[in-house]
């Protein structure tokens, strides 16, 4: 019920949208976010948005990349610039009644909906 697209390779200093797509009972959860999972980590929360519009980010991604969703296609975007080597990743998005923002980190308490991923690679 969540599709993710838009991964992809890019050098750094690059740009990325992915995109969400929502469908069933999933686009009207309160809450969507991305996570993403660098291989030997653990998945972090990078953004969200609610219900209402109001977003949250991770301090590592604030004022590079812009989480969005269109309503009336029922997705949700996140705009990535000024891409970093550490930002590779394998990026999920999530929907659920919890927006799970505790502090400055994003935590996946509360999401229930989880799509299967796409690749973010970039390189130095």
């Known amino acids: 019920q969540l599709e993710e697209s838009g991964g992809g390779s890019v050098q750094a200093g690059g740009s990325l949208r992915l995109s969400c797509v929502a469908s069933?009972?999933?686009?009207?959860?309160?809450?969507m976010g991305w996570f993403r999972q660098a291989p030997g980590k653990e998945r972090e929360g990078v953004a969200t948005?609610?219900?209402?519009?109001?977003?949250s980010y991770v301090d590592t991604v604030k004022g590079r990349f812009t989480i969005s969703k269109d309503n009336a296609k029922n997705i949700m975007y996140l705009q990535m610039n000024s891409l970093k080597p550490e930002d590779t990743a394998m990026y999920y998005c999530?929907?659920?009644?919890?927006?799970?923002?505790?502090?400055?980190?994003?935590?996946?308490?509360?999401?229930?909906?989880w799509g299967q991923g796409t690749q973010v690679t970039v390189s130095s």
């Open positions: 948005i609610d219900r209402d519009g109001s977003t």
């Open positions: 999530a929907a659920g009644p919890g927006c799970g923002v505790v502090g400055d980190r994003i935590y996946d308490i509360g999401y229930n909906y």
């Open positions: 069933g009972k999933t686009y009207i959860s309160h809450c």
